[in-house]
């Protein structure tokens, strides 16, 4: 069975949170955005609340750089 969007996005994130901040690119960080845009239009309120933790993730992660 393949995964829905919210797990897709969520695994996007972890990894993307593990990685090395130097491999990070805006094209990664682009693709995660849009994986959770995309979550956001099945996911439970549960996991829309968790999706919003990781855009805040992203946001953080951004003005590292």
Do not use: W
Not at 16 to 29: D, G, I, M, R, Y
Not at 39 to 65: C, I, M, V, W
């Amino acid at each position: 069975m393949a995964k829905n969007l919210f797990e897709q996005a969520k695994e996007m994130m972890n990894n993307f949170a593990n990685t090395n901040q130097n491999q990070q690119s805006e094209q990664n960080q682009q693709a995660v955005r849009n994986a959770i845009q995309a979550a956001y239009n099945e996911a439970t309120p549960e996991e829309k609340s968790q999706l919003q933790q990781f855009e805040q993730q992203l946001d953080e992660k951004g003005r590292l750089h």
